[in-house]
């Protein structure tokens, strides 16, 4: 399945967009016209993925024609290509006749056909009867702004927590208070909402106790500026939820990263920012033959143990913690943060959104530093942190696990991000080890 979250927020949403719509597929047609460029990046992933792509026949054809990873060439024109023109067809035939001729006619029977011959359960007839789920998203706050994620409460609850605290003035943005504040912060949202998070439509879950401030100040007062907590456990969001009745499970975490992201503003005030994730790097590699296009993963979001708040069910949205961000001030957007990166991706937008907000920091500064990421155990943090801080949150009592941030190793997300700051100027931002591009 493949689930796309888009949060838009925009003075005028009628012509223009249609417009936007039309030109969209226009720009995806020329672009798979001459076929899918190979750079470091996508010739790096197929390496790295080359076994199970082996399993796969379909994907191995297109993925790896001449039975090895493609070796991406120095200049944009010499890059070998991938066969785009099934996908080129599928989008054509999209762009023709709208949405419904991906759920219904020939794309849904060519994907209930490769289902049944390889035993998998999605039906056209599954297809034809789906509908998107339109959210109407509340707006949080954060200091003087607020902002919409999509649905993340992980990142509402590491907010709230660290609204709790003084950040501007005990934190300096590159001390290890900062980094332990963010562990702790990031540690018991992860927890909390692995443990008490499920659709909503089909089990009892505290939704508004998870994002309350109140609940936020409780846990932050159990948090100390110069100690970790040896283990972070999962707290009572139900003693602020209304109804207060409900249960909890051991956490459910399922870490995952096929995720490619947006961010966009213009002079007359719009904002976009969009996410849409296969689940893995090439989905599930069950490649529809026909049709170009790779089945989703994202199941794994999904608690695999029966009767648990996550489990797996007939029309269940799962935990989804892979957030994007608009910031309004004063009744306007301001900004926009998207990323990539698994569950990772709260931690980069977290540190974007809060080192612009707090630490006054410019916008690419802000998303390039160095960020630390808990998901309630061991607190990761990347190698560029100096050791003497590293030093000082092992003394605090923190675990660390130390990554290194590289173009061909990126552990903690990879964020893009616009801004528009007080004088009206527009900023654009993207992460430089990801290979992503900003401008205007």
């Given at each position: 399945?493949?689930?796309?979250l888009?949060?838009?927020?925009?003075?005028?949403?009628?012509?223009?967009?249609?417009?936007?719509?039309?030109?969209?597929?226009?720009?995806?047609?020329?672009l798979l016209?001459?076929?899918?460029?190979?750079?470091?990046?996508?010739?790096?992933?197929?390496?790295?993925?080359?076994?199970?792509?082996?399993?796969?026949?379909?994907?191995?054809?297109?993925?790896m024609?001449?039975?090895?990873?493609?070796?991406?060439?120095?200049?944009?024109s010499?890059?070998p290509?991938?066969?785009?023109?099934?996908m080129?067809?599928?989008?054509?035939?999209?762009?023709?006749?709208?949405?419904?001729?991906?759920?219904?006619?020939?794309?849904?029977?060519?994907?209930?056909?490769?289902?049944?011959?390889n035993?998998?359960?999605?039906?056209?007839?599954?297809?034809?009867?789906?509908?998107?789920?339109?959210l109407?998203?509340?707006?949080?706050?954060?200091?003087?702004?607020?902002?919409?994620?999509c649905?993340?409460?992980?990142?509402?609850?590491?907010?709230?927590i660290?609204?709790?605290?003084d950040?501007?003035?005990?934190?300096?943005?590159?001390?290890?208070?900062?980094?332990?504040?963010?562990?702790?912060?990031?540690?018991?949202?992860?927890?909390?909402?692995?443990?008490?998070?499920?659709?909503?439509?089909?089990?009892?879950?505290?939704?508004?106790?998870?994002?309350?401030?109140?609940?936020?100040?409780?846990?932050?007062?159990?948090?100390?500026?110069?100690?970790?907590?040896?283990?972070?456990?999962?707290?009572?969001?139900?003693?602020?939820?209304?109804?207060?009745?409900?249960?909890?499970?051991?956490?459910?975490?399922?870490?995952?990263?096929?995720?490619?992201?947006?961010?966009?503003?213009?002079?007359?005030?719009?904002?976009?920012?969009?996410?849409?994730?296969?689940?893995?790097?090439?989905?599930?590699?069950?490649?529809?033959?026909?049709?170009?296009?790779?089945?989703?993963?994202?199941?794994?979001?999904?608690?695999?143990?029966?009767?648990?708040?996550n489990?797996?069910?007939?029309?269940r949205?799962?935990?989804?913690?892979?957030?994007?961000?608009?910031?309004?001030?004063?009744?306007?957007?301001?900004?926009?943060?998207a990323?990539?990166?698994g569950?990772?991706?709260?931690?980069?937008?977290?540190?974007?959104?809060?080192?612009?907000?707090?630490?006054?920091?410019?916008?690419?500064?802000?998303?390039?530093?160095?960020?630390?990421?808990?998901?309630?155990?061991?607190?990761?943090?990347?190698?560029?942190?100096?050791?003497?801080?590293?030093?000082?949150?092992?003394?605090?009592?923190?675990?660390?696990?130390?990554?290194?941030?590289?173009?061909?190793?990126?552990?903690?997300?990879?964020?893009?991000?616009?801004?528009?700051?007080?004088?009206?100027?527009?900023?654009?931002?993207?992460?430089?080890?990801?290979?992503?591009?900003?401008?205007?």
């Amino acid at each position: 399945m493949l689930y796309n979250l888009i949060w838009e927020y925009t003075r005028n949403l009628s012509e223009p967009w249609v417009l936007l719509y039309e030109s969209i597929h226009e720009k995806a047609l020329d672009l798979l016209k001459p076929g899918g460029p190979v750079d470091w990046r996508i010739a790096r992933t197929i390496m790295w993925n080359a076994a199970r792509i082996r399993n796969y026949p379909a994907a191995e054809a297109l993925l790896m024609p001449g039975d090895l990873p493609p070796r991406p060439a120095t200049g944009y024109s010499e890059y070998p290509r991938l066969d785009f023109r099934d996908m080129a067809q599928t989008m054509k035939k999209i762009a023709v006749e709208g949405p419904g001729a991906f759920y219904q006619g020939e794309i849904a029977e060519a994907i209930e056909r490769e289902m049944a011959a390889n035993g998998g359960l999605l039906t056209a007839a599954d297809l034809a009867s789906y509908s998107p789920d339109v959210l109407v998203q509340p707006r949080y706050s954060y200091r003087d702004y607020e902002y919409a994620t999509c649905g993340d409460l992980i990142s509402v609850e590491a907010l709230n927590i660290l609204e709790c605290f003084d950040v501007p003035g005990c934190c300096d943005p590159e001390g290890a208070t900062y980094r332990h504040l963010m562990g702790e912060g990031l540690g018991q949202a992860f927890i909390d909402n692995f443990t008490f998070s499920g659709d909503p439509r089909y089990v009892r879950t505290p939704l508004e106790g998870l994002a309350s401030k109140s609940y936020a100040k409780h846990l932050a007062e159990q948090i100390r500026l110069d100690q970790a907590r040896r283990e972070i456990a999962p707290g009572d969001p139900w003693a602020f939820q209304e109804g207060k009745a409900g249960s909890s499970q051991l956490p459910s975490m399922a870490p995952f990263g096929g995720t490619t992201q947006v961010c966009a503003a213009d002079e007359q005030g719009n904002v976009v920012s969009l996410i849409t994730s296969l689940g893995g790097a090439f989905g599930s590699l069950v490649l529809v033959p026909g049709t170009g296009i790779f089945l989703g993963n994202a199941m794994m979001c999904f608690d695999p143990r029966p009767g648990n708040i996550n489990s797996v069910g007939p029309g269940r949205m799962p935990l989804y913690g892979v957030p994007v961000l608009i910031a309004f001030k004063d009744g306007r957007a301001t900004g926009a943060i998207a990323g990539s990166g698994g569950y990772r991706t709260t931690t980069a937008l977290l540190h974007t959104f809060v080192n612009v907000i707090d630490h006054g920091i410019r916008l690419q500064a802000a998303l390039e530093a160095p960020r630390v990421h808990s998901q309630g155990d061991t607190l990761d943090i990347d190698s560029r942190i100096p050791p003497n801080v590293r030093d000082q949150l092992r003394a605090m009592g923190h675990e660390l696990r130390v990554f290194e941030s590289t173009p061909v190793s990126f552990p903690f997300g990879r964020p893009s991000a616009v801004w528009c700051d007080e004088a009206g100027r527009l900023h654009a931002a993207s992460d430089p080890f990801s290979g992503g591009s900003a401008g205007f």
